[in-house]
């Protein structure tokens, strides 16, 4: 059974920092890829980061320069590094695996976890 569980959110005051993670259990072999996601209700769900299984990575225009991710070594753990953020980064963030066969992105996305949520005061 999968299970993706986030953690790490909370509030944060502009121009602070926060760091997700994403504690992924039973994913299949074949799953190669895991990406971030956030909702803010009322608005469409955007793709923060993805990274492939050999650790490429892209970032939505929004979050690039700020945002990292990464995955630890057994790639049982993804994370979120978030620096500088703005009150329009507020919103729940959901980490996702899935499928890809291109490089540095995930667009096949097969397992959610429940999100954990991201609130920056201005």
């Known amino acids: 059974q999968v299970q993706l569980v986030e953690s790490g959110g909370g509030s944060v005051q502009a121009g602070g920092s926060l760091r997700l993670s994403c504690a992924a259990t039973?994913?299949?072999?074949?799953?190669?890829?895991m990406s971030w996601f956030r909702q803010d209700p009322g608005k469409e769900r955007e793709e923060v980061a993805a990274?492939?299984?050999?650790?490429?990575?892209n970032y939505a225009d929004s979050v690039k320069g700020r945002f990292t991710i990464s995955q630890d070594n057994a790639g049982n753990t993804l994370y979120l590094q978030m620096n500088s953020l703005k009150p329009e980064d507020t919103a729940m963030y959901y980490c996702a695996a899935g499928f890809t066969r291109r490089a540095a992105y995930c667009p096949v996305t097969a397992y959610w976890g429940q999100g954990t949520q991201v609130t920056v005061s201005s």
């Open positions: 990274i492939d299984r050999d650790g490429f990575t």
């Open positions: 039973g994913l299949p072999y074949s799953s190669n890829c």
